[in-house]
């Protein structure tokens, strides 16, 4: 696959069991937050978002929480399932930067069978 | 709708080579963006454009990186000469200026190895 990174952190959960999956930010400023998850030989994808002015918003077997206070961000993924397996990477756009994606790390999520 | 599509999926040269690398956007988006990605640095913005004309290059590492649009349906970066350490996976994503709050959409990437 694309190299994504043998120094990326790494959440290992069993299928069926919820995952979460952090990020930290540093721009107080961002005002607008996107999980991506990266498959092996693939670009990112966009999986779900959310604005400054929210705390959680949900879609479909996933749920992005928003922590202004401490510039905090999460996935949740409910039921993970094997084809959840994937880099996941959280990005933020700063309404006065232009419209340019600043991705963060990224956490290697593996799900056992 | 094909998505964005990038070619060649992978390359090898030999240092002090040109590479070019080619991007097709969707159509109807207005922003074109090229993406590196290594183990070490993560994804990092090289340079980006609007509307055909280039708004932020300072993502570019040298000299020797070089990003044209000369019309909207296409893209290339090209690195002359390439080295060992320009070996990454290169993407290109694209948006349009009311979607951009909806994330960019990546092709699958230019794997290049420079030996």
């Known amino acids: 696959g694309e190299s994504v990174g043998l120094h990326l952190p790494t959440l290992s959960v069993q299928e069926g069991d919820n995952s979460i999956i952090n990020c930290a930010y540093s721009?107080?400023?961002?005002?607008?937050f996107i999980w991506y998850k990266q498959e092996s030989g693939k670009g990112p994808q966009f999986i779900i978002d959310?604005?400054?002015?929210?705390d959680k918003r949900q879609g479909q077997r996933v749920t992005v929480l928003l922590n202004k206070t401490v510039k905090h961000l999460s996935l949740q993924i409910a039921a993970t399932q094997p084809g959840d397996s994937a880099v996941y990477f959280c990005?933020?756009?700063?309404?006065?930067?232009?419209?340019?994606?600043?991705f963060g790390g990224g956490t290697r999520l593996m799900v056992k069978p | 709708d094909a998505g964005v599509i990038q070619s060649p999926r992978h390359e090898v040269t030999e240092m002090g080579q040109e590479v070019t690398l080619r991007c097709k956007p969707i159509?109807?988006?207005?922003?074109l963006f090229w993406y590196r990605q290594t183990m070490m640095r993560g994804l990092e913005l090289l340079i980006y454009?609007?509307?055909?004309?280039?708004?932020?290059d300072s993502g570019m590492p040298e000299d020797r990186f070089s990003a044209k649009m000369p019309n909207a349906s296409f893209s290339t970066l090209k690195i002359q000469p390439s080295e060992p350490r320009d070996s990454a996976v290169y993407f290109c994503?694209?948006?349009?200026?009311?979607?951009?709050?909806?994330?960019?959409?990546f092709g699958s990437g230019t794997r290049l190895t420079v030996v």
């Open positions: 994503a694209s948006s349009s200026f009311s979607l951009v709050k909806l994330g960019y959409t």
């Open positions: 721009n107080s400023a961002s005002d607008y």
């Open positions: 959310i604005r400054s002015n929210m």
């Open positions: 990005a933020e756009i700063e309404n006065n930067a232009g419209n340019m994606l600043t």
């Open positions: 159509s109807g988006h207005d922003y």
């Open positions: 454009f609007n509307n055909n004309v280039p708004i932020d």
